[in-house]
C-alpha cells in the first residue's frame, strides 16, 4: 500500500498538512523549514528530467560509473534529505536541481565532486542515470 502522503506532491504544489512557504523565503530555507523534516518517500521514480534543470553542456552518465568521494555503507542516513529534495523538486514544490559536478576519471567512470548525497539517493531509488557537469 502506497503512502498517501507521496502522492500528496503530485497533487499539490504544498501537501497538505505542510507548513506553508514564508512571504520571501527562498528554496533553500523553505527545504530546510519543511521538505527535510517531512518523511522520507516510498518511492521516487526514474525520471531525473523531471527534477533536474539541464544546460547545453550537461551529459547524461549511467549511474554505475558515477563514484562518490567515498564508500557507503548501508544504514547510511546522509541521503535521505537528497531524496526529499528531488521528491519536492519533481512536484514542482522547489526548483529543480542543477547537475551534478563530476570530473572524468578516464576510464568510463566519474567521480562525483558535488551532490554526493544526491547520487546515493539516486541509487537507492534504483535510478539508471543522472544528469551530470
Same mark, same amino acid.
Given at each position: ?11 499539490? $504544489? ?9 512571504? &520571501? ?8 523549514? %519543511?521538505?527535510?523534516? &517531512?518523511? /522520507?518517500?516510498?518511492?521516487?521514480? @526514474?525520471? $531525473? ?5 539541464? %544546460? ?7 549511474? @554505475? ?6 564508500? %557507503? ?30 570530473? $572524468? ?26 544528469? %551530470? /557537469?
Amino acid at each position: 500500500m502506497e503512502d498517501a502522503r507521496d502522492d500528496a506532491f503530485a497533487r499539490s $504544489p504544498i501537501p497538505a498538512g505542510w507548513a506553508p512557504r514564508l512571504p &520571501g523565503e527562498n528554496d533553500g530555507a523553505f527545504a530546510r523549514r %519543511v521538505i527535510d523534516l &517531512g518523511p /522520507l518517500p516510498t518511492r521516487l521514480p @526514474d525520471d $531525473p528530467g523531471s527534477c533536474f534543470d539541464t %544546460v547545453t553542456d550537461t551529459r547524461w552518465i549511467d549511474i @554505475d560509473c558515477l563514484h562518490g568521494r567515498e564508500p %557507503v555503507l548501508p544504514e547510511a542516513t546522509f541521503w535521505h534529505n537528497a531524496a526529499k529534495r528531488m521528491a519536492a523538486a519533481c512536484a514542482g514544490v522547489i526548483a529543480r536541481r542543477g547537475p551534478l559536478n563530476a570530473l $572524468p576519471q578516464g576510464d568510463g567512470t566519474w567521480r562525483v565532486l558535488d551532490w554526493n548525497a544526491t547520487l546515493e539517493a539516486a541509487r537507492r531509488y534504483g535510478w539508471k542515470r543522472l544528469p %551530470v /557537469l
